[in-house]
């Protein structure tokens, strides 16, 4: 429990200003909670909330407690303050990454989800009513918040035991905190997300859960576990997909990028994808080598490796990093869809920065920001720099995969406020390498070119692909699920299916390509492909693609490969291109790989076969069924 001489100045502030949890108008339930808690926390501020995470104002190291009955003193996290931050770091390496089974409906409202009773067998009612009393008897803090953006998301509250204040921190640095003095006129929350972190060891053997309750007046999500990311994060992400799916808009699994070339041509390129599919790389500059060259793979076979030379590569101004809106009330008629950002600041992995100058960029505005950042499974301790490349041990010698920093977008250079229109919404896919001898699905050249049946397709399967490092579960290829946001929705996955299938027809002029990361075949290519993708595409423009440069490719799901293909003068080796013509994969090998990618696809599909499938939908996905080729969805969804 947080000690009463803790707070007293932040206080006495804030009483005499006769603020008390009343300004947020809670609904009855959440008032009766908050009024019969011992002591109830106004948050006011981010740095309000540091001070709460660390212990108190003069605190710089805080561990996060519990009594948790049958199993005593538990310590759920560390908590230290940093030079240019917070730096949390969990007791147990499962806790340090997004278990992807973690959310349950505990009501009866239509959903494609597990519910509370099928999991668990028996009724969320009483385990709710449980966590309302647990958090009662415990110090509280209190925030009001928007989910997403004004005019987009309901009005929110968050209520956590006090001692999780690093929980708070994070909400209210990806969703924002309204101080109560700026509270709209009419703030009603229709949200609430409650922190009951101990019912994780009392209910349910020590995983992550996540209970959605979209009640008559209030949904509710219950964070039964301290990780932000399914709650904090992808908790608030649920709620805009169920908004969306009420309203008949869709709220994207999407990092969105403005790209500037030498030349003051922009293009702006949507990146979709599956947890490490290469949504926040895409916002990256394109790592070099220590003399400057782009490596652009090495192959697993020969040993080879293979250079680039781009003297100057493109101007980044970053849109969003994770989620996004696409509001009806920010499109236009003009044939390309818009977005906006849905977060305040954005949830950043850096496993693949394991060494200084990997990214310079990244590193100095994470060492040295203009405001406190949040870390997560990095090695740092109390009044350190925290740095990026430090990662947390898992065990000896194995680095946690799936460190984090929380950065808001108000530091971010060149960031986008704006509502943008997109030229390019690409799909990437985490891809294991194929050889002859050992076939897989990495067949996907540097890029595809995709009609829109096909780029429906693949947000319908969404891969989670190779060695993901943002989940628990990385075995095998398995699915993420409608428009890679499955795991966060709490509706039902036909109505998502036909809500993107309207969105990209409605939108011609946004184009479609499919982009691999890790390796294209027999090479290790990491995130290179994308960032040459963006490169190449930025420069074309809007100028379209000759015949004599695309091929339809050997495997139908993958579109259009490229038949040639210059950067900066310098010709990409075919073999990047078109996987079968690489000597280590062949067509035998190639063949092998397509048929575990048509098999995956003719697998996931299945599920949304259901009666209330857009009609043209249910034709697309009969198609690939049936083995159609790429003329077969051309047919069905022409493309310029």
């Known amino acids: ?54 212990g108190g104002p003069e605190s710089n190291y805080y561990e996060v407690v519990y009594d948790v009955p049958s199993k005593g003193r538990v310590i759920e996290a560390t908590v230290a303050r940093v030079r240019n931050g917070v730096v949390v770091n969990y007791t147990e390496p499962y806790m340090r990454r997004r278990d992807p089974d973690s959310l349950v409906v505990g009501d009866d409202r239509p959903t494609d989800q597990p519910r509370f009773r099928e999991r668990f067998g028996r009724d969320f009612a009483p385990i709710r009513l449980e ?235 994470t060492a040295q920001p203009s405001k406190p950042l949040l870390f997560l499974n990095i090695d740092a301790v109390p009044g350190s720099r925290a740095l990026i490349w430090e990662h947390i041990q898992d065990a000896p010698g194995k680095p946690c995969p799936n460190p984090r920093v929380v950065v808001p977008r108000e530091i971010i250079p060149n960031v986008v406020n704006d509502v943008v229109a997109v030229d390019v919404r690409s799909f990437g896919v985490r891809t294991p390498p194929c050889t002859r001898e050992r076939p897989s699905y990495g067949i996907i050249g540097l890029f595809h070119l995709l009609p829109p049946a096909l780029a429906w397709l693949w947000r319908l399967v969404a891969p989670r692909g190779h060695e993901n490092p943002s989940i628990v579960d990385t075995q095998g290829m398995s699915s993420e699920g409608v428009g890679s946001y499955w795991p966060f929705a709490p509706g039902r996955k036909v109505a998502q299916a036909n809500l993107l299938l309207e969105q990209i027809l409605k939108y011609p002029r946004t184009r479609h390509v499919l982009i691999p990361n890790q390796h294209v075949g027999a090479w290790r290519v990491g995130f290179m492909p994308q960032w040459i993708a963006r490169e190449y595409l930025a420069r074309r423009g809007s100028a379209r693609f000759r015949s004599d440069q695309i091929r339809p490719a050997r495997c139908p799901l993958l579109g259009y490969a490229m038949h040639t293909l210059h950067v900066e003068g310098q010709q990409i080796p075919r073999w990047f291109l078109q996987v079968d013509t690489q000597p280590e994969v062949g067509p035998e090998g190639y063949d092998q790989g397509a048929k575990m990618l048509v098999n995956f696809f003719h697998r996931c599909l299945q599920d949304f076969l259901r009666p209330d499938l857009d009609p043209l939908g249910r034709q697309i996905i009969q198609c690939c069924l049936d083995g159609g080729s790429l003329e077969d969805y051309l047919q069905l969804t022409p493309m310029e």
Not at 5 to 10: E, G, I, S, Y
Not at 18 to 43: D, Y
């Open 1 to 54: 429990m947080m000690s009463d001489q803790l707070w007293n100045r932040k206080e006495s502030e804030l009483a005499a200003e006769g603020v008390t949890w009343h300004v947020f108008n809670p609904p009855t339930e959440v008032a009766e909670v908050l009024a019969a808690a011992p002591k109830v926390i106004v948050a006011t501020s981010v740095e309000m909330l540091i001070d709460l995470a660390c």
């Open 131 to 365: 966590a309302l009393a647990w958090l009662k008897t415990q110090e509280l803090a209190v925030f009001g918040f928007i989910a997403g953006r004004p005019g987009m998301g309901p009005d929110a509250l968050a209520i956590v035991p006090a001692n999780a204040g690093f929980f708070a921190l994070a909400l209210a640095m990806l969703q924002g905190i309204i101080p109560p003095e700026q509270l709209p006129d009419g703030f009603k929350p229709r949200v609430v997300v409650w922190g009951v972190p101990t019912f994780r060891h009392i209910y349910f053997g020590g995983r992550q859960v996540v209970v959605h309750y979209r009640g008559d007046k209030v949904y509710e999500i219950f964070s039964f576990n301290l990780y932000p990311g399914p709650s904090a994060k992808k908790g608030i992400y649920g709620v805009l997909i169920e908004t969306g799916e009420r309203e008949g808009w869709v709220a994207p699994h999407c990092s969105t990028v403005q790209v500037v070339t030498p030349y003051d041509n922009v293009l702006t390129i949507m990146h979709e994808g599956a947890s490490g599919g290469g949504k926040s790389e895409m916002l990256e500059q394109v790592h070099r080598e220590p003399d400057g060259r782009l490596l652009l793979g090495e192959n697993l076979v020969t040993g080879e490796r293979r250079y680039l030379q781009i003297p100057r590569t493109c101007e980044l101004n970053p849109v969003n990093d994770d989620m996004a809106l696409c509001h009806p009330s920010i499109q236009q008629p003009n044939g390309k869809l818009r977005l906006v950002d849905a977060e305040r600041a954005w949830f950043v992995r850096v496993n693949h920065i394991d060494r200084y100058g990997v990214d310079p960029y990244l590193e100095r505005l």
